[in-house]
Every structure is written in structure tokens, then in C-alpha cells.
């Protein structure tokens, strides 16, 4: 069974609870994924939650970029989200590790990583989603 993550905004959460059934109907084991956590409870929490998302990318088999619209931008990636890949692409690049790197969709021009997410969709170093593929 594959090993997947999902990366995407946390703001999302309707959306990451669709695509976390859809992997899951597809017989991937959906390792992590971005959770809500009390605002109280943050500075607590979060060293350990980042600590373990990015040690679930360099053990999964996919990293799923969940660029959904948000604020009107389609295809938003935030900069918490652009870090996570930027780890995959470190995994895949230097590491030469086998993971697979797919991005939702294309983002908008205004979407600030525009640029490099297009350099490494001609790089091949990540991918665009498409369904049967996945």
C-alpha cells in the first residue's frame, strides 16, 4: 500500500477531508494531512505537529499538494505548503529519493511561487494531477 501526504492550506478543511476519502477508496494509506489545533495550545504543539509532517514526507511514497482555490486565487499554495514541497523536491533532488511530487493544479500567476512551480512542472520534478494516474 502506498504511503500518502497531503499538503495544502488548513483553512481548507472540508477539502482535506475530501481528498483524504479519495486516497483512502483508492487503497492509499493516507499518513498525514494538515489538522486544525487550538490556537490556546499552538506554541506548544507545533515544533512536534511540523516535526512529524516533515518526517512523514521523507517516509511517504507521494506528496499530494492540495491546491484548492482560496481568496480568489486559483490553485493557492501558502508559504507553510511551498516549504513542504520545497522538502519533497530535497528529498527527490538530493536525497534521491523515489518520492512522487503532485500538485493539484497549475496556480494562478498571482499566486506568489508561481514561477518555480512552473520551472519544476518543465523540470519534472513534480507533476500535475490526473486522476488516472494516481
Partial sequence: M??????????????IDGWREYFSRKDYEVVDYPKQIKE????????????????HISEADILF????DRDGKRGYIGAET??????????????????????LKLPDKNVQCYDEINLWLKLGWIRLYHEEET
Avoid: W
Fill in 65 to 68: 499538494i492540495m491546491n484548492e
Fill in 40 to 55: 490556546e495550545r499552538f506554541m506548544e504543539i507545533y515544533p512536534d505537529v511540523f516535526r512529524d509532517f516533515m518526517k
Fill in 2 to 15: 502506498k504511503k500518502v501526504v497531503i499538503s495544502g492550506s488548513i483553512k481548507l478543511q472540508k477539502e
Fill in 82 to 103: 511551498f516549504a513542504e514541497l520545497c522538502f519533497g523536491i530535497t528529498q527527490k533532488q538530493v536525497y534521491h529519493r523515489n518520492i512522487e511530487l503532485v500538485i
